[in-house]
């Protein structure tokens, strides 16, 4: 809460208010809202392609905005408020660059996570000589949730590839079972095996798991790495290696338990964090104050 000057010039108790940017309402996110409502928070959610915008009535009205969803319209919405002042959270220029596929993977390469063999080219041609040496993985350069991603293990495979935007080409690391999705709420980390590609919504919602020293530390240097607390991250472990193969700056977190409370926590303390004038990131030492780290690790 803050004192704010009423029209009589008396302060009072206002609630915080804060501001989720979404494209769609999963289950967590929809029990977070009311998690925070139930504590006095006045929730907008702002669904951009569902509103007609005046561009020149935009302005910042809550004292935190949360980044959920990373379409364009969405991250437009975002960068405008976060020109006029706003609080973002993630930090809005973090979130905008994340949604580059070709940007997240050199991060994570020059922060020395593993990764498979990535190329980036406009020419299908290119891709020929490297199937010679196994198949590779195609993604959309700035897609999401796992939409677009092929398999590509022979030559005539590449035909039907755009020519008019980059193509993203990896190195297809043989799974030696599920994906490995690890996500983080400020401090604490959760594991969750899912298959891959995604069937059903018990698919989605997958197995969750203890957390390997090895996993721990990647997770915590890929946070370090965008400088973000809230992300999932994707591993996959082939022949007993793992390889981080994505990043989502904020993640639907299905399948981690209490994950809709974790989150409107870690939102609430941001949003008192943001109208103190602190970082909206939270130190190691803020979050022991806060509870301490209770991920799931061994």
Same mark, same amino acid.
């Given at each position: 809460?803050?004192?704010?000057?009423?029209?009589?010039?008396?302060?009072?108790?206002?609630?915080?208010?804060?501001?989720?940017? +979404?494209?769609?309402?999963?289950?967590?996110?929809?029990?977070?809202?009311?998690a925070l409502s139930e504590r006095g928070v006045k929730v907008a959610l702002i669904q951009p392609e569902k509103q007609f915008i005046s561009?020149? *009535?935009?302005?910042?009205?809550?004292?935190?905005?949360?980044?959920?969803?990373?379409?364009?319209?969405? +991250?437009?919405?975002?960068?405008?408020?976060?020109?006029?002042?706003?609080?973002?959270?993630?930090? $809005?220029?973090?979130?905008?660059?994340?949604?580059?596929?070709?940007?997240?993977?050199?991060?994570?390469?020059?922060?020395?996570?593993?990764?498979?063999?990535?190329?980036?080219? =406009?020419?299908?041609?290119?891709?020929?000589?490297?199937?010679?040496?196994?198949?590779?993985?195609?993604?959309?350069?700035?897609?999401?949730?796992?939409?677009?991603? *092929?398999?590509?293990?022979?030559?005539?495979?590449?035909?039907?590839?755009?020519?008019?935007?980059?193509?993203?080409?990896?190195?297809?690391?043989?799974?030696?079972?599920?994906?490995?999705?690890?996500?983080?709420?400020?401090?604490? +980390?959760?594991?969750? *095996?899912?298959?891959?590609?995604?069937?059903?919504?018990?698919?989605k919602v997958g197995d969750p798991f203890s957390l390997t020293r090895e996993l721990r530390d990647l997770a915590r240097r890929c946070g370090?790495?965008?400088?973000?607390?809230?992300?999932?991250?994707?591993?996959?472990?082939?022949?007993?290696?793992? $390889?981080?193969?994505?990043?989502?700056?904020?993640?639907? $977190?299905?399948?981690?338990p209490d994950a809709s409370r974790l989150l409107a926590e870690y939102i609430y303390a941001a949003c008192q964090r943001s109208l103190r004038?602190?970082?909206?990131?939270?130190?190691?030492?803020? =979050?022991?104050?806060?509870?301490?780290?209770?991920? =799931?690790?061994?």
């Amino acid at each position: 809460m803050d004192s704010r000057q009423t029209s009589r010039g008396r302060a009072h108790v206002a609630p915080m208010r804060v501001g989720i940017i +979404l494209d769609w309402m999963n289950p967590n996110i929809e029990q977070a809202v009311r998690a925070l409502s139930e504590r006095g928070v006045k929730v907008a959610l702002i669904q951009p392609e569902k509103q007609f915008i005046s561009l020149a *009535r935009v302005q910042v009205e809550n004292d935190l905005y949360v980044l959920k969803s990373g379409t364009d319209l969405a +991250l437009s919405l975002g960068g405008a408020l976060h020109a006029l002042g706003a609080a973002t959270l993630n930090h $809005y220029p973090t979130v905008a660059m994340m949604r580059s596929k070709i940007t997240v993977t050199r991060i994570l390469q020059a922060a020395g996570l593993p990764t498979p063999d990535t190329y980036v080219t =406009t020419a299908r041609d290119d891709l020929g000589p490297l199937l010679e040496a196994g198949p590779l993985i195609i993604k959309p350069h700035r897609g999401s949730r796992g939409e677009g991603i *092929r398999i590509v293990r022979q030559v005539g495979e590449l035909a039907d590839l755009s020519a008019n935007e980059p193509i993203l080409a990896q190195r297809y690391m043989e799974p030696d079972g599920p994906d490995h999705k690890i996500f983080c709420i400020g401090e604490q +980390l959760f594991g969750v *095996r899912r298959i891959w590609p995604l069937r059903t919504y018990e698919d989605k919602v997958g197995d969750p798991f203890s957390l390997t020293r090895e996993l721990r530390d990647l997770a915590r240097r890929c946070g370090r790495a965008f400088g973000i607390g809230l992300y999932g991250m994707d591993v996959v472990l082939s022949a007993g290696r793992p $390889y981080v193969v994505d990043v989502s700056h904020f993640g639907s $977190y299905m399948g981690v338990p209490d994950a809709s409370r974790l989150l409107a926590e870690y939102i609430y303390a941001a949003c008192q964090r943001s109208l103190r004038g602190e970082p909206l990131l939270a130190t190691a030492a803020t =979050t022991q104050r806060c509870g301490g780290d209770r991920a =799931t690790v061994p």
